[in-house]
């Protein structure tokens, strides 16, 4: 089997990273590169690939409803107005990452999504905005290709943007990475059964 691929006890091959692992792996299947075009997951996935940073994905994931919870579903409109209450509630919450920065920089960028939202009518309408051109993109996904770019031109292009209008723990790798989840680029690699359904469902998706 080629590199990056994994076959499970019910006889798929998928992306070999969820390790199967019963929770991850249905993040791959059922979430993963699906294209999304709701402002709230959008706003969550761009904030919590924040909270990511420097820890893995499977952390964050695990406590995805403990973060949702404390940052009122996400909804950026509530979470604008958040204050040093708020902010003190957080950090003692043991159910998600305690990290007064990264929390601080949520509310902030809930203001900054906003501002989004009011120039282009929705985030949905900005982020779509970058997606990347079929040229832009490798001729063959494989787990070499994803392993050797763990940012990208349009990723760089985004994340400059992004701090340009005041957004903060979105450096080119964590934007990548919302892309690659949120599925503005399809990055199942090449012999996992969802890349095609994937690919199907973005060529069918109307774009914001």
Known sequence: MAKGLLEGDDGRVRCAWHGNLDDYRRYHDEEWGQPV???QRLFE???LEGFQSGLSWLTILRKRESFRAAFAGFDFD???RFDETDIARCLA???IVRHRGKIVSTINNAGRAQALREEFGTLARYFWSFEPTPQERPARVDWETIVANPTTPTSVKLSKDLKKRGWTFVGPTTVYAFMQAMGLVNDHVEGCFCRGE???KRKQLTRP
């Open 45 to 47: 996935k761009i904030c």
């Open 93 to 95: 919450d043991t159910g």
């Open 37 to 39: 075009t709701s402002d």
């Open 198 to 200: 994937v690919e199907e």
């Open 78 to 80: 509530i979470v604008a």
